[in-house]
């Protein structure tokens, strides 16, 4: 059987790495498991021909670029979308503002564009401004989520009631088998991930971000002020675990993250694990399905 994912951006794992670094290694890791790895599309002309490049020593298959749109001047974005038309760079993953000005020029170049969202309005509206992939980012997540506190149980089932045959993926605190279960339990075809990728061996980032990670539990991150309002960790649990006031932005599935796994073992778990837990929460209903019948046949 097709998924909607993994078939329009041909690679084999419906699983998105979110815009977290600007450091290739950790991307060209996530393709290489299958995935479609991210890089940094905020970042000068010549380290995005650069990172583009060092991607593609390391890995020949496909990846995104990241551009926050609203929060990036529009001759910059220009400058940096005619570079992903000549790299040929597969896929735009665009956040934060409207996706309608780029996404014509992006298909006449052959870049396909996945969009994220924070609500059913703004999936409808890059639906019609012709996106690829609707990607919807919930209150939970570690990302952008703009002024609305949408939560995933809500917000992908009422993307996909809302347009049944997008292409969609849900993005926030997906960092384990159960995670990705129930996403697609709720109607999504793929997950974009960012927080349990920076607790892996192959992510460049500061010990402290990681250690924050790990010793996270429900209750260490909160929602940042501003119009992006991106998910922070808490001042006062920095404080006790670092020792000082350092802020990363990380989602709510944190609490869900207790060691440091390889990018493979991360894919491993999500859809090896993914598939176990599937089968097992299936039997279970079939098993309730069956003991009532047999309690009451008539019914
Ligand atoms: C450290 C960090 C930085 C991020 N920076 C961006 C960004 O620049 N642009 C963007 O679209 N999303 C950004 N995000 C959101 C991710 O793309 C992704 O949607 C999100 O992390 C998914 O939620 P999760 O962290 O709960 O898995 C960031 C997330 C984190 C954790």
């Known amino acids: 059987m097709g998924n909607r994912v993994s078939d329009i951006l041909s690679i084999r794992y419906p699983l998105l790495m979110g815009a977290i670094t600007d450091k290739v290694r950790l991307a060209a890791a996530v393709s290489e498991a299958g995935g479609l790895g991210c890089i940094d599309g905020n970042v000068t002309p010549e380290q995005l021909r650069r990172d583009i490049r060092e991607f593609r020593t390391i890995s020949s298959r496909p990846f995104s670029a990241n551009f926050p749109l609203k929060s990036t001047p529009a001759r910059t974005l220009q400058e940096r979308m005619e570079i992903i038309a000549e790299e040929h760079v597969p896929v735009v993953l665009s956040s934060a503002g409207s996706p309608a000005q780029w996404t014509n020029f992006l298909h006449d170049a052959g870049v396909l564009v996945a969009h994220v969202v924070p609500t ?35 917000l992908i089932p009422a993307i996909r009631r809302a347009l049944p045959n997008v292409p969609l993926v849900a993005a926030g605190t997906i960092s384990d088998r159960y995670g990705y279960v129930a996403a697609r339990a709720l109607g999504a075809d793929g997950v974009q991930v960012g927080t349990r990728l920076i607790a892996t061996h192959e992510a460049e980032f500061p010990e402290h971000y990681k250690k924050l990670i790990l010793a996270a539990d429900d209750t260490s991150t909160m929602s940042a002020d501003g119009p992006l309002r991106p998910r922070i960790s808490k001042p006062e649990f920095a404080e006790r675990v670092l020792g000082e006031n350092k802020r990363i932005q990380m989602g709510q599935g944190a609490a869900l993250i207790d060691n440091i796994l390889t990018v493979e073992e991360v894919f491993q778990e999500i859809f090896r694990g993914g598939a176990e837990h599937a089968r097992r929460v299936a039997e279970e209903l079939d098993l309730l399905n069956t003991v009532a019948t047999t309690a009451n046949p008539a019914g």
């Open 120 to 154: 059913v309005y703004h999936a409808r509206k890059a639906v019609e401004a012709g996106v690829d992939v609707v990607v919807g980012e919930a209150y939970e997540s570690g990302g952008f989520r703009g002024e609305t506190d949408v939560t995933t149980m809500v």
